[in-house]
DNA sequence: GCCGGGGTGGCACGTTGCTGCCAGCCCGCG
DNA sequence: CGCGGGCTGGCAGCAACGTGCCACCCCGGC
């Protein structure tokens, strides 16, 4: 049973064809715009030319409004520009998250019915792949929701001191392992072979880095690392 | 730029016709077997067949050996048979996750290179759509494999006493909340309009639920249920 | 050798978190 | 009305956590 519908999948190169051929679509989202990516690079152009373009959809957070939906992963906290850049984006109504997991290939699903998956460069020029399979879109946008549902609200993760996770050592790890497992100062430090007081101060050193001020805090916040 | 290998994009009904016309191909993973489903029902007859086909490929966690990676959701840790079931794939070699996060559509990518998505039944046979599509079956991975990040091992979930998230009432939230706030008792107590003594009481009640014996426990173990 | 720096462990003390006990309060029930 | 049950808050005592201080190493430089 092949699938043919000629429009099911089209590629598409460079953004300057996307917005030609693609932007009616893009700016025809009623429902749910979900969009994926590791930082804002790459739909930047792209969509922002077709939204600019005097189409962009009132974003209403009520129950039959649009709902702007974008996951980035911790790239896109990278530096400051780019955080006031996300921050823009929430503000005009769009709901950002943060994803702990890498988002290799950028995608978007409209309103359920299609899907945009970005391919790498080809000869300079992106190129985007435009899906209306409905299987397909389907299983993308519930993959790309699960990893929005996974993801973090941007304001959770804006004022965090470690937005770039530190790289802990081998040693860090275990007491974060010793943490997460329950165990008390006392039994954890006789398991890493240390003396308590020095447990101790690698836990409040831990809890520095990460900026914890409760042990709570410090579990939730190592977490959201990894 | 219309994609049309035949093949590209290929609809299956039913398990038979996908053991039939994409066995070979599932059979054939070599590097990456890479699976997402809700829990161990949609796959389990299809590709079951397809590797008790005698074809079951031998997997080695070395770096050249087959790395079998499965995400479930944890609808899948439901009851103590699923549990052994997923007990039982972890033990033959496979890595084995519990997400979070829903996985509506069952998904599988192979060694980067074909995705099968499941779609909805339809006279009570469930379709599979095969792609090869290269752009599409990355953007796919991509996912899935951002999916399998943030999930959680499975060994970590198998003792956990609110394997099932107990559906957290209002205050309860709002303690989690000042608590992941960093907040010392006192203060959270005073935010929250109660004494000291009841709000320890909530939060003793908590990670009781929570099956914490730490409060550095707790905070892992809730944000492991979101 | 001596010296200084960095990491460690012990000790003491203060803070925070945990919980058993009891008194009070509100409610529904007989 | 009395009575019991459930929830609350105060108190006390204990366990756990956090940290400043100091003595002790081990090393590398002078």
Redo the contacts with the bound molecule.
Sequence with gaps: MEHGGAAAVVTLRGEAELVRRAGDLIASARTEYLCGATDLVTWSAGTNAVFNDGRRPRLRPGPDGLAMRKVYTRQALGDPESERRLARIAASGAQVRISSAPLAREAIVIDGRVAILAGSEARGARTYTVISEPVVVEGVRSLLYAAWEAADDLADCLGAPAARPPVLGEESRAVLAALAAGL???AAARRLG?????Y??R??AL?AELGAT??FQAGVLSRRAG
Tied chains: 1, 2.
């Design positions: 008390t100062d006392e240390m003396s308590l007081r020095t101790r101060r836990v409040a809890m409760s042990r």
